[in-house]
T-cell receptor
Framework: GAVVSQHPSWVICKSGTSVKIECRSL??????MFWYRQFPKQSLMLMAT?????????EQGVEKDKFLINHASLTLSTLTVTSAHPEDSSFYIC?????????????FGPGTRLLVL | GNSVTQMEGPVTLSEEAFLTINCTYT??????LFWYVQYPGEGLQLLLK?????DKGSNKGFEATYRKETTSFHLEKGSVQVSDSAVYFC????????????FGQGTRLTINP
């Protein structure tokens, strides 16, 4: 089946640095990708929706200048956490939407755990 | 707004026990309903879905029925296995607008041999 990969799987960084997370759809083209954030024992919260070639749409309360999203191609979206701080520590999950024969299916990456010291 | 409420975990059962994980939702319109499963170290995978009232989704021995009257989509399995240990997420997707997935908080299931 379709696979979505994320890189890195985990990252530790110092406060004030920027971190880039990549999300790739491996065997399908995704015109739409999603970025979620998951806190321990909590649900996945949608951060933003990105469409290839256009600006991402951010959910209410998500700072677009803090979480930069680039959907440069049909198989790659990146999330950059700029000037990261300890409160940005979380589990980030991307998802890619596949539209085949009119059926919408959403595939998820394995997630990236970010720890900001 | 749209929301999903799941049975709180963690849930621990013995192998071959009967499983129920409750899920209720609030939504405008008629959403599609999903159960996703997340095995350790892996991404979420679609387990089953139902797109309209009274539909039953099933996969790998799991079942869930879309109950419009009770706004529920409870997950059931008659005899669980150790390999079913995972985190289970109930979710809805509206059929209009941006069609975003809204997730419940997840239920961690552990099956002991």
């Amino acid at each position: 089946g379709a696979v979505v990969s994320q890189h890195p799987s985990w990252v530790i960084c110092k406060s004030g640095t920027s971190v880039k997370i990549e999300c790739r759809s491996l065997d399908f083209q995704a015109t739409t990708m999603f970025w979620y954030r998951q806190f321990p024992k909590q649900s996945l919260m949608l951060m933003a929706t990105s469409n290839e070639g256009s600006k991402a749409t951010y959910e209410q309360g998500v700072e677009k200048d803090k979480f930069l999203i680039n959907h440069a191609s049909l198989t790659l979206s990146t999330l950059t956490v700029t000037s990261a701080h300890p409160e940005d520590s979380s589990f980030y999950i991307c998802s890619a939407r596949d539209l085949l024969a009119g059926v919408v299916t959403q595939y998820f990456g394995p997630g990236t755990r970010l720890l900001v010291l | 707004g749209n929301s999903v409420t799941q049975m709180e975990g963690p849930v621990t059962l013995s192998e071959e026990a009967f499983l129920t994980i409750n899920c209720t939702y609030t939504a405008t319109g008629y959403p599609s309903l999903f159960w996703y499963v997340q095995y350790p170290g892996e991404g979420l995978q679609l387990l089953l879905k139902a797109t309209k009232a009274d539909d039953k989704g099933s996969n790998k021995g799991f079942e869930a029925t879309y109950r419009k009257e009770t706004t529920s989509f409870h997950l059931e399995k008659g005899s669980v296995q150790v390999s079913d240990s995972a985190v289970y997420f109930c979710a809805l997707r509206t059929t209009q607008g941006a069609q975003k997935l809204v997730f419940g908080q997840g239920t961690r299931l552990t099956i002991n041999p």
